[in-house]
């Protein structure tokens, strides 16, 4: 098993673009997690799906949104693109309960 | 307010010293704690909870609920124990999946 992937691994936007981030979780689990990590801090809880249903919101803007499909992949979009959105994207997935497997992130840069 | 807390950025100790990292949370009712580390270039990983009780790669951690700290101990540390460790706590009202980070802790081990 790969275990969690996510993609892509790095991208570079604009102020004011959207961006969609993908992510597979290991096979098997059913619960999906985003995280955002500026640098020097430590991740934040943005949301969580179980079973295709929001389970958790973090406290981030409306900008952010997140779904899981039927194959329990998930996508993570934010619009309108700031700078202050720069930061490393982590999802990761578990049973539930169960241990957090993360995965590699995605690194966003925001121009 | 949920907060955790790790009040030091970089710890630094020669090989066989002891080490304690420290953890700091502020929550209502019985907490959930964990402790995640990341070695270098490799991905965010489970090291231990609190209700397991158990001891990982020669580590421990124990809730303590007077000081609300779950510091983590090794007696001995090894040139491998080097890397970032995050303290985390499980959100109230959230799962396993909705943690709240503290900012990590760097270990460096010399030799």
């Known amino acids: 098993d790969a275990g969690v992937t996510q993609s892509p691994t790095h991208l570079i936007k604009t102020r004011g673009q959207h961006v969609t981030l993908r992510c597979s979780p290991i096979?098997?689990?059913?619960?999906v997690s985003w995280y955002q990590q500026v640098l020097g801090q430590g991740p934040q809880f943005i949301f969580q799906?179980?079973?295709?249903?929001?389970?958790g919101r973090g406290n981030f803007p409306d900008r952010f949104s997140a779904r899981q499909f039927p194959n329990y992949s998930s996508e993570l979009n934010v619009n309108a693109l700031l700078l202050g959105d720069s930061a490393l994207y982590l999802c990761a997935s578990s049973l539930e309960p169960g241990e957090l497997f993360f995965g590699e992130g995605s690194r966003l840069t925001v121009l | 307010a949920q907060r955790v807390t790790q009040p030091e950025k970089l710890l630094s100790v020669f090989k066989g010293a002891p080490v304690e990292l420290k953890c700091n949370y502020s929550y209502s009712g019985s907490p959930e704690l964990f402790w995640y580390v990341q070695y270098s270039r490799q991905r965010l990983q489970l090291l231990l909870r609190?209700?397991s009780r158990e001891s990982i790669k020669g580590f421990t951690a124990d809730l303590n609920k007077g000081e609300t700290s779950f510091h983590l101990k090794k007696p001995f540390a090894q040139e491998e124990d080097s890397a970032m460790y995050y303290c985390a706590l499980k959100a109230y009202g959230g799962s396993q999946g909705n943690l709240i980070f503290g900012k990590g802790t760097k270990l460096s081990v010399k030799p």
């Open positions: 096979s098997g689990h059913k619960s």
């Open positions: 609190h209700i």
């Open positions: 799906y179980y079973e295709k249903e929001e389970r």
